[in-house]
């Protein structure tokens, strides 16, 4: 596995790659890899024959009093998990690389409407933040495919939103929320649960799965269902953020009959904050 820390470098092999026509796909990760980021791994080995990971902790994507710093960094092994997935490059570029002045970490890229509810309205400019850097690395990396984890619902959009905008050659693929036996989608930040919230955490899972089981059986309204959820999370520990019943394609509020829906939750337990969503 190639080892890249510069631009230069990576559009150099990306264009070694293109000139020998061989297909390119990426995964962009923060790295801490557990195994949903290897599902994404070798979703992309099997789509085309180079296959070409990031791992940026980016600071755009992070509000002030949230957790940049502490964020794990676990590079050697990373390295050594991408090396056993057969990855063809890892691309690690350092924060200047990305952002060498003071002006480029200032480019906003907002959708309003997607990218300013839910998670938006809580994380003013995280979706901004990703927006920015992945469109720097789809400009570097140059792939025709990229893949991400449908664990991450709304980013999914805003990327997909992104390529779509700003007509970006890059087909995007995206991945089932790889979970712990126990249903907890897997997180780098789930390392920051103690023993006890740990055991707790699993309920958000369970929380989502009812609610869907309340949609299907179509008995109750969605208001309902989700201050019934609010209030079983509440009780458990939780903060919720939202949990929100929405329509699948766009995150807008859903007419009771609408049929493509997606609920999606975020609640802090303790000060962790901890995103799930579930597909109708
Ligand atoms: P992150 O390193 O958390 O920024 O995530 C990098 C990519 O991995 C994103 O596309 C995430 O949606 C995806 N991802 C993270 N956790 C999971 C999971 N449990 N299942 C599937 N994909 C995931």
Redesign the pocket.
């Known amino acids: 596995m190639q080892i890249i820390t510069t631009i230069n470098e990576m559009k150099a092999l990306s264009d070694s790659f293109r000139k020998k026509n061989e297909r390119i796909a990426f995964v962009?990760?923060?790295?801490n890899l557990h195994p949903?980021?290897i599902?994404?791994v070798e979703r992309a080995e099997t789509l085309a024959p180079k296959t070409i990971v990031s791992i940026f902790v980016n600071p755009l994507q992070f509000g002030a009093n949230e957790d940049f710093d502490a964020y794990p960094r676990t590079l050697e092994h990373d390295r050594y998990l991408l090396e056993l997935a057969n990855v063809d490059a890892l691309f690690t570029p350092a924060r200047n690389e990305i952002y060498p002045d003071k002006n480029s970490n200032k480019e906003v890229i907002e959708f309003p409407g997607l990218s300013d509810i839910l998670c938006g309205a809580s994380r003013p400019g995280h979706f901004s933040g990703v927006a920015v850097v992945v469109k720097h690395l789809f400009e570097t990396v140059q792939p025709d495919i990229a893949i991400?984890?449908?664990?991450?619902y709304q980013?999914v959009l805003v990327i997909k939103k992104l390529v779509a905008e700003y007509d970006l050659p890059v087909e995007i693929i995206t991945?089932p929320?790889?979970r712990e036996s126990d249903g907890l989608?897997?997180?780098?930040r789930n390392g920051y649960l103690s023993e006890q919230e740990r055991q707790v955490a699993p309920l958000l899972y369970k929380t989502l799965c009812q609610a869907r089981d309340q949609l299907r059986a179509k008995a109750v309204h969605f208001s309902e269902i989700e201050q019934q959820a609010n209030e079983v999370l509440t009780k458990a520990g939780f903060k919720p953020d939202y949990f929100s019943i929405r329509h699948s394609g766009d995150l807008s509020e859903p007419a009771e009959d609408e049929k493509q829906l997606v609920i999606l939750v975020a609640a802090y337990l303790g000060k962790t904050r901890l995103i799930d969503n579930i597909l109708i």
């Open positions: 962009p990760t923060m790295g949903g980021h599902q994404l991400f984890g449908e664990k991450d980013q991945i929320t790889q989608a897997m997180s780098s």
